[in-house]
């Protein structure tokens, strides 16, 4: 898939974006502030970050906002033209960035145990693991028995 990187400097940055457990039919714009956003409810735990509630189709969801780790951004692409068979070249373009999304779980709060959690926290770890390692000099000592 081919990426217009210029789409990217002109897009809108959005601040409201929903990860949903579930799968919607449905491609295009959607009134999300209007019919979504009214059911979230704000509640604090003593000692953790804020968690939300909400409710989308009569299902409970609880879910959290997560930011975008450091040195990423977020996108929302769009490809202007589907194409028609799987071995024509794809295009995208950038419609909106971000920096945080909101993530929801259906039936349970969110915790480390979660898909989105664990992959964030893959990302620090593929930069660990895939970064130089510095050579030290190792001291040797002399045993003698």
């Known amino acids: ?50 968690t939300y509630t909400a409710c989308f189709r009569g299902r409970t969801l609880n879910g959290k906002v997560e930011n975008v780790p450091n040195g990423y951004l977020g996108i929302i692409m769009k490809e202007p033209r589907r194409p028609f068979s799987e071995e024509e070249e794809r295009n995208a373009i950038v419609t909106h960035t971000f920096d945080k999304f909101y993530y929801w779980n259906l039936d349970k ?26 050579s030290t000099d190792s001291q040797t000592s002399n045993v003698s028995i």
Request: hydrophobic content about 30%; glycine content about 2%.
């Open 1 to 50: 898939m081919n990426l217009d990187k210029v789409t990217v400097e002109s897009a809108k940055k959005d601040s409201s974006v929903h990860f949903f457990p579930c799968e919607i039919k449905y491609d295009g714009e959607a009134e999300v502030r209007r019919y979504f956003n009214t059911s979230i409810k704000t509640y604090k735990e003593e000692d953790k970050e804020d």
């Open 109 to 134: 709060k969110p915790s480390a145990d979660d898909r989105y959690s664990q992959m964030l926290d893959w990302i620090h770890l593929a930069k660990t693991l895939h970064s130089p390692v510095e």
